[in-house]
């Protein structure tokens, strides 16, 4: 059982930055693959960015690529999500969550555990 918590949300004017922190405890160890995904009200929710649990391989919707930038911290069980440039697009609830042995990374079915979210919102 591992259990995901998210933190590092809140309001920011667009072209501004928020980094995004999700803690997990209750696994013996850290190897679980890491991915954060969003959902916007009345939207699917959406995948974001993924890390495998060494860190070698990462991937990013094509929305986010360039101005996110997802990494992981093992020694402290914590994965983060280093916003920058946001857009009122990006507004949404993040949501971070964890799994082994994914095919993609990046389809929400894959994964095992979710965090409850964090509210990311971009004023223009």
């Known amino acids: 059982q591992v259990q995901l918590v998210e933190s590092g949300g809140g309001l920011v004017q667009a072209g501004g930055s928020l980094r995004l922190s999700c803690a997990a405890s209750g696994s013996t160890s850290s190897n679980y693959h890491m991915g954060w995904f969003r959902q916007a009200p009345g939207k699917e929710r959406e995948f974001v960015a993924a890390?495998?649990?060494?860190?070698?391989?990462?991937y990013y919707a094509d929305s986010v690529k360039g101005r996110f930038t997802i990494s992981r911290d093992n020694a402290k069980n914590t994965v983060y999500l280093q916003m920058n440039s946001l857009k009122p697009e990006d507004t949404a609830v993040y949501y971070c969550a964890a799994g082994w042995g994914m095919p993609t990374m990046t389809a929400a079915n894959e994964y095992d555990y979710w965090g409850q979210g964090t509210q990311v919102t971009v004023s223009s």
């Open positions: 890390i495998t649990w060494k860190g070698g391989n990462i």
